[in-house]
C-alpha cells in the first residue's frame, strides 16, 4: 500500500516534500474580522490539522485592498495580516508542515462595495457578467476600469510588497494565483482583454505582465520558492471563452516559465468537458509535461487511484487535491491506510465559524512525528 508513488518523498532542486500529496488553494471566507486577518485559533488549527500534506497552498490571500472580491478573505497587505499569517504559519510547522501563501488578484471578478463605490481593475472595461460574494450577498458584477500603465504598475508593487510580508510571516514560499479567470488570466484571454498598448494583443503582450510581476517579486523572495499556477482550458468561467489564441499563449508562457528556476508549476485540468471545443487541450498534464521541465503539480478531479497513476505515468511530479482536503484533514493518512473518505459538506465552504472548517475528524493515527 505504501509503495504508492503519492506518498513518496519528493525532492527537487528547490523543494523537499515528505509526500506528493499537495493541499490545494481554497477560499474559506473565515477572516470574518474587520482587518480581514487569519489567526492561529482558525486558519492556524485549519492548516495545522493538514500538516501532513507534503505541501498546503493557502486559500488565496489578497495583496491589497484592490484585490479583494470575496467577504472575509484574509489578505496579506496589512501588518495585521501578517503577523496573523505569521501565526498560522508557526502552527503548522510546529507539526512539521510545509506551507505556501497563495497571492491574488480577483481583478474584475469583484464589486464597487468592496472599494468605497470605485470600479474593480481590469485589463480591460470589459464585464465578465459574474457575480462577486459582496458583505450584502452576490451581487452582479460591474464594467471595471482599464487599468492605467500607473495602475499596473501599482499592482506590481503590491504584489511584491505581498511577497515581502510572505517572508516576513515565515512561509516556505507564496504561490502566484495566475489562474481561475481572475487578474492574470483576465490579461492572457482574448475576451477579457481588448488592449492596444503593450499589455495588449500579441501573444507576448498578453503574457508581460505576469513576467513583469514574476521579475519584481524576484527582489523580495528566492524565484527558487515561487510556484505559480495555470488553469489553460478555464472556459465558461467569469467570462473567460476560449479561442484559437488560448492554448498557443499558455504554450509561449509556460515554454518561458523554463527561463524562471521556480519551485513548481500548478496546472489544472479542465474544470468542465471541453471536449466538444475546437480550441480547447484536454489532457493538461500530458500536453505540458514534455514542455515544462521543472517540478510539476496537476490539480482537478483527482481521487487517489488517478493520483498515483499519473506521478506514475510520469506526467507530473505532485497532484493537488481540493475538495477531499476539506472533509479529510488526515488525506495523506487516510491514503496510507486505505481508509474510506468522507464527503464535504457544500453548505459551508464559505460559511463563517467553525462548522465544516475545523470539525472535520480525523480517522486515522498520524504518520509522522
Ligand atoms: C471551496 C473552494 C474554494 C476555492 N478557492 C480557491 C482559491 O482561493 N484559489 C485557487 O487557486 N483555487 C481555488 N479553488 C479551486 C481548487 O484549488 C481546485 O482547483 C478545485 O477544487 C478542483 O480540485 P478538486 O477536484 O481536487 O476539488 C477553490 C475550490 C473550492 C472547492
Redesign the pocket.
Known amino acids: 500500500m505504501n509503495k504508492q508513488t503519492l506518498l513518496a518523498p519528493l525532492k527537487t532542486k528547490n523543494l523537499d516534500l515528505r509526500n506528493r500529496v499537495v493541499m490545494?488553494?481554497?477560499?474559506?471566507s473565515r477572516a470574518d474580522n474587520p482587518e480581514n486577518a487569519p489567526s492561529a485559533e482558525m486558519q492556524g488549527e485549519y492548516y495545522a490539522q493538514r500538516a501532513s500534506a507534503g505541501l498546503i497552498i493557502t486559500?488565496?490571500s489578497q495583496v491589497s485592498e484592490k484585490a479583494v472580491g470575496y467577504i472575509n478573505t484574509p489578505g496579506i497587505h496589512t501588518e495585521e495580516q501578517t503577523k496573523g499569517w505569521k501565526d498560522v504559519v508557526e502552527k503548522v510547522h510546529e507539526k512539521g508542515g510545509t506551507i505556501f501563501c497563495?497571492l491574488?488578484h480577483v481583478g474584475r471578478i469583484s464589486h464597487p462595495d468592496f472599494h468605497n463605490g470605485e470600479l474593480p481593475l481590469a485589463p480591460s472595461a470589459l464585464n465578465p457578467n459574474a457575480q462577486s460574494y459582496t458583505p450584502q450577498g452576490m451581487k452582479d458584477t460591474v464594467t471595471p476600469k482599464e487599468m492605467s500603465k500607473e495602475d499596473i504598475d501599482q499592482t506590481i508593487q503590491d504584489f511584491v510588497q505581498a511577497a515581502k510580508h510572505a517572508v516576513t510571516a515565515g512561509f516556505d514560499g507564496i504561490e502566484i494565483?495566475s489562474?481561475?479567470g481572475y487578474l492574470f488570466h483576465q490579461f492572457f484571454n482574448g475576451t477579457s482583454n481588448h488592449r492596444t498598448d503593450a499589455y495588449g494583443g500579441s501573444i507576448e503582450n498578453r503574457s508581460r505582465f505576469l513576467f513583469e510581476v514574476l521579475e519584481a517579486v524576484q527582489t523580495e523572495i528566492p524565484i527558487q520558492k515561487v510556484g505559480l499556477?495555470l488553469n489553460p482550458s478555464l472556459n465558461g468561467i467569469f467570462g473567460m471563452m476560449m479561442d484559437e489564441q488560448t492554448i498557443p499563449t499558455f504554450d509561449y508562457i509556460i515554454a518561458k516559465l523554463n527561463d524562471y528556476d521556480l519551485a513548481y508549476l500548478h496546472l489544472?485540468e479542465p474544470?468542465n468537458d471541453v471536449s466538444e471545443l475546437p480550441f480547447a487541450e484536454t489532457q493538461i498534464a500530458k500536453r505540458y509535461r514534455p514542455i515544462y521541465k521543472g517540478a510539476l503539480m496537476i490539480?482537478?478531479?483527482?481521487d487517489q487511484k488517478k493520483g498515483n497513476e499519473v506521478i506514475e505515468a510520469g506526467d507530473a511530479d505532485m497532484v493537488?487535491?481540493?475538495?477531499?482536503y476539506?472533509s479529510n484533514p488526515d488525506l495523506v493518512e487516510r491514503f496510507a491506510e486505505g481508509v474510506e473518505l468522507s464527503d464535504w459538506d457544500g453548505d459551508t465552504?464559505?460559511t463563517p465559524g467553525k462548522k465544516g472548517f475545523i470539525d472535520y475528524e480525523r480517522k486515522t493515527t498520524p504518520m509522522y512525528q
Open positions: 490545494a488553494p481554497m477560499t474559506r486559500e488565496g497563495q491574488w494565483h489562474s481561475n499556477r489544472s474544470f490539480n482537478a478531479g483527482f493537488a487535491y481540493g475538495k477531499p476539506i465552504f464559505y
